[in-house]
């Protein structure tokens, strides 16, 4: 059964700071992988998918890495700001015939100005 | 497109009332899942669509809910009855294929008295 654990749970950093979220999972079998942002009360937004074969992707000042083999994934946000602050989760959708997508519980980012 | 969308935004009812959550996913997307969330577990797949197939239930906790997707642009997830431990967010999401991009609604907010 594939676990994706995210750490650390909560995050605060002083605007400007560029800072690093972790993403691992248990299962390297994977098919993709999503990086996603809530703000409270919403709906999750997805930032960026990562494909098994790919390495990584960037939107503006968001970067997001994959080794598989490890069964890791980062999250690089680069100078931060205020409207960073929301939770961040990354989900894996497992390989194989039968889809499943499993949610880490997301790691609570504040960037304080 | 307007996204994905969900009502009713918040549900207040009564142990043992019969509840029915909606969602009109995204134009041309042929995959579709309901997701729920607490504190406690996350984001907790529910069930999904394909084609309006349902092809996994296995999340659903009980026979007290149930899901149906007539066609492609309308699904239901009904709880009867309902009881206080199913208050939580529930989410719709769609995606144009399995393992694409997921594109979330604003959720239910649903609360079992």
């Known amino acids: 059964k594939q676990e994706v654990t995210q750490i650390p749970a909560a995050l605060s950093v002083p605007e400007g700071e560029n800072l690093v979220l972790n993403c691992s999972f248990t299962?390297?079998?994977?098919?993709?992988l999503q990086w996603f942002r809530q703000d409270p009360g919403k709906g999750l937004t997805s930032l960026l998918l990562i494909q098994s074969s790919q390495r990584e992707q960037t939107s503006g000042r968001l970067n997001a890495s994959l080794d598989k083999s490890s069964g890791r994934s980062t999250l690089y946000i680069a100078a931060s700001q205020p409207g960073d602050s929301a939770t961040y989760l990354c989900a894996v959708v497992s390989g194989g015939s039968n889809y499943k997508l499993t949610f880490g519980k997301g790691t609570l980012l504040t960037v304080n100005p | 497109d307007a996204g994905v969308i969900q009502s009713p935004r918040h549900e207040v009812t009564e142990m043992g009332q019969e509840v029915t959550l909606r969602c009109k996913p995204i134009s041309g997307h042929n995959s579709l899942f309901w997701y729920r969330q607490t504190m406690m577990r996350g984001l907790e797949l529910l069930i999904y669509f394909n084609n309006n197939v349902p092809i996994d239930d296995s999340g659903m906790p009980e026979d007290r809910f149930s899901a149906k997707m007539p066609n492609a642009s309308f699904s239901t997830l009904k709880i009867q009855p309902s009881e206080p431990r199913d208050s939580a967010v529930y989410f719709c999401?769609?995606?144009?294929?399995?393992?694409?991009?997921?594109?979330f609604g604003s959720g239910t907010q649903l609360s079992v008295l």
């Open positions: 999401a769609s995606s144009f294929r399995l393992g694409e991009k997921l594109f």
């Open positions: 299962d390297s079998a994977i098919y993709n």
